[in-house]
């Protein structure tokens, strides 16, 4: 009774606006799911600190959003600790079986199997999510996972009502879903998507949460649910082993760091690309005045410095567990002014230009992102997957958990494209135990009057996309405005830039397309953000989700 008085007042107490002047016990969050941003308060509500609430969002999430990250992936937690200044990243990535090998997606002409790497148990990597959820809890938080874990297990146990986005994304993946019939009992209706508003329950995941809040890494990596995972994958053609789970641990590592016109920016390190190559193009745009631009010459560059910085991702970025990469280079500033060079204000480079030491080969959503902060400025910017939509597709058997397919991010061949028509080498191929390169791109954002938080899924678009939330960052607006900005991205390879239809105005196409860009318009499914604010002065915290998505963005006290 009294639980549930207490959850009534907090609900009352959260503002319904995105703005708030906080006082303490005050904090903002923004997560892709409602349920999973209610998971953060409830904790917080609980005497949990900011780390704990991004334990229960990013648990809440795998239960919610099965599509986009869970148990069976992983991701990056970004933390920061306002009273001494401490930033660390969690990396939580999955790790390529120990069995895994290079050729492993290639047929006997070394051609790529198409969706070997995409589809079913041989695509999936050992899970990072259930050890970094330990380890935070265990190193940062201040609640056992029970009350961390808590409203996740029974969001799993007593289901929650499916939406039309949701129904959307599991409809695109039903027929792979459908081939795996343990995927099939929990997802399917007799092999159809479900009903919408339909309740999904989920009682094989609670299960194994609970294994998990009672045991700790034991409750994933050893004992029942290992059994079970290893077993369910060996059966279906996969090559996990006990002792890949037994060996799986994260890694505190330096987060990236750099500044832009003043503002400071922490962002992901390898085994993610997302902080380099953010700041890598960012100190490319550092040349430039980009707020006197016209808009078109604004966009030319801002893809151009794209096109180097992916080209670099793509040469030399992979696990740095396993690679030497050169990072002071890459983010040197003068490093920067010597790509600047070969840029013409009036002329696209083909990126078949750039070094030609990757040729790409002919061609063979889903991701989540958090944001958490106090009103100390304690903060959270969590980006997590299973990557594609659903993942593998393929639950193993008793555990209600969906297999990643983050195999794919690995290169199969040199120069052919993944699922996100990335392109890479060496430095980015499959070895035993190795991450493979991630875009994932969770960023702090800090100048004299704001600190914020933001983050977003998208693939390969994920940096670029930061790029852009960043740059509306500069200019002064606010977290409503970054979520929302018309996004566009170069790659490098495919040789194109991609808009949403808002983002070029006619005249800027035709400018485009004048001085040699290809232009490809995608549809307005561009990403997911999620972002949070602190101004100092005042203390007001701010909050936005994507319109494109389903989130929700709460500033409250609790
Ligand atoms: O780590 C990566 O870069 C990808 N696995 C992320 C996938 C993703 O964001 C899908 N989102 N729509």
Redesign the pocket.
């Given at each position: 009774m009294f639980k549930k008085l207490s959850v009534i007042l907090l609900l009352i107490a959260i503002s319904s606006g995105s703005r708030l002047y906080a006082d303490s016990h005050s904090a903002a969050i923004a997560s892709a799911h409602p349920l999973a941003t209610a998971a953060g308060f409830e904790v917080l509500a609980k005497g949990g600190n900011v780390y704990d609430a991004a334990v229960a969002v990013s648990a809440a999430l795998a239960v919610l959003e099965p599509n986009?990250s869970g148990l069976g992936g992983g991701g990056y937690w970004l933390l920061h600790r306002q009273k001494d200044g401490f930033e660390t990243m969690i990396d939580g990535?999955e790790k390529a079986p120990l069995a895994a090998h290079k050729d492993m997606f290639l047929d006997k002409d070394r051609h790529v199997i198409a969706k070997l790497s995409i589809d079913g148990a041989l695509a999936a990597a050992i899970p990072g999510l259930p050890a970094a959820l330990v380890h935070i809890a265990e190193h940062y938080g201040q609640l056992p996972l029970a009350e961390t874990l808590a409203p996740a297990i029974r969001y799993a146990k007593t289901g929650f009502a499916i939406s039309e986005r949701y129904l959307k994304l599991l409809t695109a993946r039903a027929e792979v879903l459908n081939t795996y019939p343990d995927s099939a009992a929990i997802f399917l209706t007799k092999g159809q998507p479900p009903e919408l508003y339909s309740i999904l329950r989920q009682a094989d995941l609670a299960q194994t949460l609970e294994r998990l809040a009672e045991s700790g890494r034991d409750g994933f990596y050893s004992g029942v649910t290992a059994d079970k995972l290893v077993s369910s994958v060996q059966q279906a053609g996969g090559i996990w082993t006990k002792e890949d789970l037994a060996a799986y641990q994260v890694i505190e590592r330096e987060p990236i760091k750099g500044v832009f016109h003043g503002i400071k920016i922490t962002s992901s390190s390898p085994s993610?690309s997302g902080g380099i190559v953010l700041i890598e193009a960012l100190n490319i745009l550092s040349g430039y005045d980009l707020e006197d631009s016209d808009e078109l010459t604004r966009k030319h560059l801002i893809t151009e410095a794209l096109r180097r910085a992916y080209h670099d991702r793509s040469l030399y970025l992979g696990d740095a567990d396993f690679i030497n990469i050169p990072v002071n280079r890459l983010l040197n500033e003068d490093y920067a002014a010597g790509l600047r060079s070969s840029l013409r204000i009036d002329k696209a480079m083909p990126s078949e230009l750039l070094s030609g030491e990757i040729k790409p080969q002919p061609e063979g959503?889903?991701?989540t992102h958090f944001s958490i902060i106090d009103e100390q400025g304690n903060r959270v910017a969590a980006?997590l997957?299973v990557?594609?939509?659903f993942g593998s597709a393929f639950v193993a058997k008793g555990t209600g958990v969906l297999l990643n397919d983050?195999m794919d991010?690995f290169v199969s061949l040199p120069g052919a494209m993944n699922g996100?028509g990335l392109i890479g080498g060496s430095a980015n191929a499959i070895q035993p135990g190795k991450r493979?390169?991630?875009?994932?791109t969770p960023t702090f954002l800090e100048d004299e009057n704001r600190v914020a938080v933001l983050g977003t899924?998208?693939?390969?678009r994920?940096i670029s996309m930061v790029l852009l939330g960043l740059l509306d960052f500069a200019k002064g607006n606010g977290p409503e405005s970054w979520v929302q900005v018309p996004r566009f991205h170069h790659q490098f390879m495919p040789d194109v830039i991609e808009y949403e239809q808002s983002a070029l105005s006619d005249a800027e196409i035709n400018g485009l397309a004048a001085i040699g860009h290809q232009l490809k318009p995608v549809p307005n499914i561009y990403?997911d953000m999620q972002a949070v604010q602190l101004t100092k002065a005042t203390k007001v915290l701010s909050a936005a989700s994507d319109k494109r998505g389903e989130g929700r963005a709460i500033v409250g006290h609790y």
């Open positions: 986009g990535r993610s959503a889903n991701t980006t997957s990557n594609m939509s983050e991010d996100y493979m390169l991630s875009s994932m899924p998208g693939g390969s994920i990403g």
